[in-house]
């Protein structure tokens, strides 16, 4: 069975730029979640989609902001790029809708830089 | 204070050592994950749980809600068993990590 997957690997754009970074959950999988790792710093919980919702949203301003298909893949936009946008992006799936409650399995992550 | 604290941030022991990792947290939580992240970002999902104990292969996992205290420990420990392992506790349907530990075990 497929893992899930991300794309692109890297991602290198510059300051203002908009960058679209892309997940595809494990077949079976309704939940998306987002997750934001800067260098030096932790993990942080960005965004949780289930069923082509949005059900969750960290502290992150408006400029992160994503979608589900309805084949539940998703997609994380940001925009106006900064230079501290720079990170791993990590995509993680899981059944239903428990949200957090469900394990989550996680994607390899795409290496955003901002330059 | 960060609401879900590990200790220690690094740890280097010797193949064969006995490992614990200690994850504690400030807030009441439904269950807690903890992960394995190695050095080229993957991450694995090692256990998610709510009580009591958790076992698989040389990995060993308990918690005390009411002590809002996690260890994970590691028998036998091995070279490969080196990378950064993360405690995580869901909090508002969403995962609060912690700051992680980076475990390097020498052959």
């Known amino acids: 069975e497929a893992g899930v997957t991300q794309s692109p690997t890297h991602l290198i754009k510059t300051r203002g730029q908009q960058a679209t970074l892309r997940c595809s959950p494990i077949?079976?999988?309704?939940?998306v979640y987002w997750y934001q790792q800067a260098l030096g710093l932790g993990l942080q919980f960005l965004l949780w989609?289930?069923?082509?919702?949005?059900?969750n949203r960290g502290n992150f301003p408006p400029r992160f902001s994503g979608r589900q298909f309805p084949n539940y893949s998703s997609e994380l936009n940001v925009n106006a790029l900064e230079l501290e946008d720079s990170a791993l992006y990590l995509c993680?799936?899981?059944?239903?809708?428990?949200?957090?409650?469900?394990?989550?399995?996680f994607g390899p992550g795409t290496r955003l830089t901002v330059l | 204070k960060n609401e879900v604290e590990q200790s220690p941030q690094n740890l280097t022991a010797q193949e064969g050592e006995f490992i614990t990792i200690n994850c504690s947290y400030s807030?009441?939580?439904?269950?807690l994950h903890w992960l394995q992240q190695h050095p080229g970002g993957g991450i694995v999902s090692l256990f998610m749980?709510?009580?009591g104990k958790k076992k698989h292969g040389r990995l060993i996992a308990t918690i005390n809600i009411q002590e809002k205290h996690s260890s994970l420990h590691i028998t036998a420990s091995h070279p490969r068993d080196s990378a950064v392992y993360i405690c995580?506790?869901?909090?508002?349907?969403?995962?609060?990590f912690g700051q992680g530990t980076r475990l390097t075990i020498n052959p």
């Open positions: 993680a799936s899981s059944l239903g809708n428990r949200g957090a409650g469900n394990e989550q399995f």
């Open positions: 077949s079976g999988h309704t939940s």
């Open positions: 989609y289930d069923e082509g919702e949005e059900r």
């Open positions: 807030v009441g939580i439904s269950a």
């Open positions: 749980l709510s009580s």
């Open positions: 995580a506790v869901i909090r508002s349907q969403k995962l609060v």
